[in-house]
């Protein structure tokens, strides 16, 4: 079974094989030496992922087929990559979008074929988040599921007029010293390499320029320390985090 974009296709589709791999393809950045022999290795990087899907369509007349593979048409149309979710790994989603063509081989009712979606992001993202929230400055723990480093989401809020509030993880230092007023929320967005502040009416306000650096906060697999603190006039009264925990 398929759920693409919140839709569950098993109405329409018979899912027969998904041809996941073990890793997302590898892209090695080397630099050979003319009479050295070898290469220099400098760094790997995960690519995107190409996610064959076996189907089968089928219904009891003609008609009736080439409506279903209208309908599946519509619901695997999308302008961007979506969740997909599988049966047998129903606690992950990846998002894909279709890619190539999606031929499929037809006898009678009966189709057949392979449809490709392209993954941009080859990490599979847990469908209940790791999310944690505390009450004012101080050193928590976060202990996150999955087997690849995450980016996580943090917000903070408070208040700060002159003074600064500092975020320290364990491979991550920032300090914001912009203002922050009472009902505002201070993102710090890994993914995105961001900072932003949500003001009281909804609206967002670019923070970027109120941090020191932008060397945002990566979590492991397993136990995460994060301390929050303040100096001056600033205040925190929660903080949270969304993990955004994954899988190879």
Known sequence: MLTFNGHDLSDLIIVNNVGRPILAPRHLSTKEIYGRPGAFFFEKRDGPILLPVEVTLHEKDHQSYRSLVRELAVYLDTEEPVPMIFSDEPDKFIEGILADESVL??????????????????????????????????TYTLDRKGTAVSYPKIEIQGSNVGGSIQLVTDNADITFTGELAAGETLVLDSKFVTAYIIKTDGTQESALNDIDNIDMPVLVPGANRLSISVEGNATVSTFKVTARSCWK
């Open 105 to 138: 081989d037809e006898i009678a009712t009966v189709g057949q074929g392979e449809i490709q979606f392209f993954c941009p992001d080859p990490y599979w993202y847990a469908i209940e988040d790791d999310v944690m929230s505390w009450n004012g400055p101080g």
